[in-house]
């Protein structure tokens, strides 16, 4: 009898330990899923699997390995959080779809070539603490012109469309898309990393800084559009294929300082001829390898940079160089642009003025067979000058633009701070009145009864319920009230252990993150009216078809809709305080909005929430005036709007938000902005306004 009650109470609890395996499968189901699409070892993301146009990294993950989503031409857009360190070699290597990416403060180190190949970026934001550099992180990104580097970064430091480290001693890289046909390398570099010249698109004349004494190994091979250099008297060593495989190549000026020149240096550059002086180590070197020679009596030293007036030059210190590491590929692992992988020859120190006395110095290019002068090649009817380099010999002509005031108003002050100091600053904000709220209501507790609260609770409820339904917006009408599913009311219930990402409410009032990502088949969801928080991505790609948005929720996080393609109608509260990027980015309520014509210029902006200018449609009007009684301008609001020139800023706008005027190519200046108070770093990514014009 004993045995068989043993047994009995064995199988019941096999039965229990059984059914909780099953749940605890459901409640993880998303998660499971999800980890198939990532390979990851320790907090290492090695390999990513799936198919996603958009991708959100774990936040468990600390280093992105080397060549995690190589070939993944799919992605367009992917979110790398607080908290990765590492993005190793090649990491995204052949991503030709991704546009943007943005490397949050914790990233230190980018290894070789980690967005090799990625030929429709356009918009990179390096965070404050990256100091490794690696060789050709960004080569062969066809479209990239410019990257923002945070101002309190000390290792890095972007200039004029080009790379360097933290002093400008090193020139990592001339990005390829870079505006201009001219670029002079200032005078503070002292070195080039391999492949700095790489498939440039837009660069024909190069000048090389006083300071520079060796042309290093692939430094200046494969150019693509670059036509002529003009190396400085400092030269004295032109390293192996340092100009190889140049066809677009045309002239060379090396000074006789110039001695050692490599037997490959200017392999597979066909259509080169050398300039220099009569009977000087390029003379002869020249002579040698059947490369057409060209002696000039004066040397060049009026080069301009035509891209001058689009970039204020930093003021950089006299530091060492070794403060900043450049990471370079072994034999197994060399960057893909080249023939024969190798690295960078870094070891070359600052020289001197080698100039031997008495040398002739060198020029132009008169006398050149079958060479077209740049002042011979017609121009459009409305352009009555340009700027023209050959050789390093500038002529510098007047052009037909009117002169135009960049930046804001003198007065302006502004924080400019990144999106991880403003989650900061919102959980401080959430918790203090969280705490002021409880407070509150203890003192009520003490002076009122039950009843009472209760009441007053209901007709305040009632109130703003009655409020806010101005607020609603569906396509074209009111959203109707939603009734959940079953599977959907099934999934109300959230895990009390879930944190809210950055902010500081309790597990029970968060849709964590990711919670019904890609469910297709949730097509109906209630939320709960005691969330105040819907996470990153929470309802991503699911089958959403309408969605009714409480009064209790205050933040809307990033992607929290996006590309919910089903999803017509939603209702957004005046309560809401906070709407990530990209919330609901690829949905059909979106599509909808933007899609509708007619109407004054004023029915252009979708306002929602508490005062969130959310997106903007107008396609003309190149002075913008924000409706006033807008508080914040939401992220990407007019991105890639290239036809606004100017924007009036009303004082209710407080705050503007990442990357809200990202690539409006053609705004030069804001007028207003008397209440503005935070701009969040990247806000005017890719167009002439600057963050250092918010005098903070």
């Keep these: 009898m004993k045995k068989k009650l043993i047994a009995l109470m064995g ?244 000074p006789s300082s110039v001695r050692d020149i490599d037997d490959n240096a200017f392999a597979g550059s066909p259509n080169l001829q050398i300039f220099t002086s009569k009977d000087s180590g390029a003379d002869k070197f020249g002579q040698e390898k059947g490369i057409p020679v060209t002696y000039q009596s004066a040397y060049p030293t009026d080069f301009m940079d035509s891209n001058a007036n689009l970039d204020v030059k930093p003021n950089v210190g006299t530091e060492d160089n070794n403060n900043q590491t450049s990471t370079t590929p072994d034999s197994s692992s060399s960057t893909e642009p080249v023939t024969e992988p190798e690295t960078s020859d870094n070891s070359s120190t600052p020289g001197s003025d080698n100039t031997p006395n008495g040398e002739t110095p060198i020029g132009g290019a008169v006398g050149v067979t079958g060479y077209i002068h740049p002042l011979d090649v017609p121009e459009a009817s409305n352009v009555i000058g340009k700027t023209v380099v050959v050789a390093g010999k500038a002529v510098i002509l007047m052009n037909n633009r009117k002169p135009t005031v960049y930046g804001v108003p003198d007065d302006v002050r502004a924080d400019i701070i990144t999106q991880e100091q403003e989650r900061q600053q919102n959980t401080v904000s959430d918790k203090q009145e969280t705490d002021d709220s409880t407070s509150a209501d203890n003192m009520s507790d003490k002076t009122e009864n039950t009843n009472n609260i209760s009441d007053t609770a209901d007709s305040d409820k009632e109130e703003s319920s009655s409020s806010v339904s101005g607020n609603s917006v569906s396509g074209n009408t009111a959203s109707a009230e939603i009734t959940p599913s079953s599977n959907a009311a099934d999934n109300t219930a959230i895990s009390s252990s879930v944190q809210a990402g950055g902010s500081s409410y309790h597990s029970d009032e968060v849709i964590p993150q990711r919670q019904y990502y890609r469910q297709k088949n949730l097509k109906d969801f209630q939320i709960d009216n005691s969330i105040k928080s819907i996470g990153r991505l929470a309802f991503a790609e699911s089958g959403l078809e309408s969605i009714d948005i409480p009064e209790s929720v205050k933040e809307i996080e990033y992607g929290a809709f996006m590309n919910c393609a089903s999803l017509e109608d939603i209702t957004i509260p005046d309560t809401v305080e906070r709407i990530g990027t990209k919330a609901f980015a690829g949905t059909q309520w979106m599509k909808n909005w933007m899609e509708l014509t007619g109407g004054s210029s004023k029915n252009d902006f979708l306002i929602v929430g508490d005062g969130i200018l959310l997106a903007y449609r107008g396609t003309e009007i190149t002075h913008i005036s924000i409706p006033d009684g807008v508080k914040q301008i939401g992220s990407e609001a007019f991105k890639d709007h290239t036809e606004i020139i100017n924007v009036d800023i009303p004082e209710s706008v407080t705050k503007i938000c990442a990357e809200a005027f990202r690539n409006c190519s053609s705004l030069t200046g804001l007028t207003g902005c008397k209440g503005l108070r935070t701009v969040i770093r990247g806000a005017f990514y890719g167009t002439y306004v600057s963050e250092a014009d918010f005098h903070n």
């Excluded at 993880?28 to 959100?56: C, K, M, P």
């Excluded at 990765?84 to 995204?92: K, L, M, P």
């Design 11 to 254: 199988a019941a609890l096999l039965g229990l330990t059984v059914f909780a395996g099953v749940a605890g499968i459901a409640e993880n189901q998303v998660t499971a899923a999800e980890d198939e699409r990532f390979r990851i070892h320790g907090s290492t993301l090695t390999a990513y699997l799936g198919t996603d146009t958009f991708v959100s990294i774990p936040d468990t993950i600390k280093v992105i390995g080397d060549n995690a989503f190589e070939g993944k031409d799919q992605i367009v857009s992917i979110e790398i959080p607080e908290g990765v360190t590492t993005i190793s070699y090649n990491a995204f290597k052949g991503c030709t779809a991704l546009t943007g990416v943005i490397l949050p403060d914790s990233v230190t180190k980018i290894g070789p070539g980690a967005f090799e190949g990625c030929t429709a970026l356009t918009s990179v934001q390096i965070g404050k603490n990256v100091k490794s550099w690696g060789t050709g992180v960004f080569t062969n990104c066809d479209k990239l012109a410019s990257v923002s580097i945070d101002s309190e970064n000390e290792y890095l430091t972007a200039y004029n469309g080009a790379i360097y480290n933290g002093n400008m001693t090193m020139l990592y890289q001339v990005l390829p898309a870079r505006e201009g046909e001219n670029y002079a390398m200032p005078n503070t570099v002292r070195n080039m990393d391999t492949y700095a010249f790489w498939n440039l698109k837009n660069t024909k004349h190069v000048k090389i800084a006083d300071g520079v004494t060796t042309i290093p190994k692939y430094s200046m091979s494969n150019m693509g559009t670059v036509e002529d250099v003009s190396l400085p008297t400092t030269v004295t060593a032109i390293s192996e294929r340092a100009f190889a495989n140049n066809s677009a190549l045309k002239q060379v000026a090396i």
